[in-house]
Nanobody
Framework: QVQLVESGGGLVQAGGSLRLSCAAS????????MRWYRQAPGKSRELVAA???????SYADSVKGRFTISRDNIKSTVYLQMNSLKPEDTAVYYC?????????WGQGTQVTVSS
């Protein structure tokens, strides 16, 4: 059974930092592209950051220079380090694992940034 379990969300003041983690089980983690999405109230889900199996990364323009995605294939975990947080970063953050036709989602973790 595939599971993606996010953790690390919470309430932080603007300018602060949080580190999200997503622990995967039930998949050959090293094969999968891993992505972080977010969804704010009343808005559609958006791609925040991605890291492929080879380690290359990409980011939404809104988070470039502030967020860093990384992965640990031994621990089957992907991370999202979020610095210089802004109130507009407030959202539920979701972990996604994708390979070929396989696509899995975590349950999400709330990030709230106060001004």
């Amino acid at each position: 059974q595939v599971q993606l379990v996010e953790s690390g969300g919470g309430l932080v003041q603007a300018g602060g930092s949080l580190r999200l983690s997503c622990a995967a089980s039930g998949i050959r983690f090293s094969l999968y592209a891993m992505r972080w999405y977010r969804q704010a109230p009343g808005k559609s889900r958006e791609l925040v950051a991605a890291i492929i199996s080879g380690g290359s990364t990409s980011y939404a323009d809104s988070v470039k220079g502030r967020f860093t995605i990384s992965r640990d294939n031994i621990k089957s975990t992907v991370y999202l380090q979020m610095n210089s947080l802004k109130p507009e970063d407030t959202a539920v953050y979701y972990c996604n694992a994708h390979w070929a036709t396989a696509d899995y989602w975590g349950q999400g973790t709330q990030v709230t940034v106060s001004s």
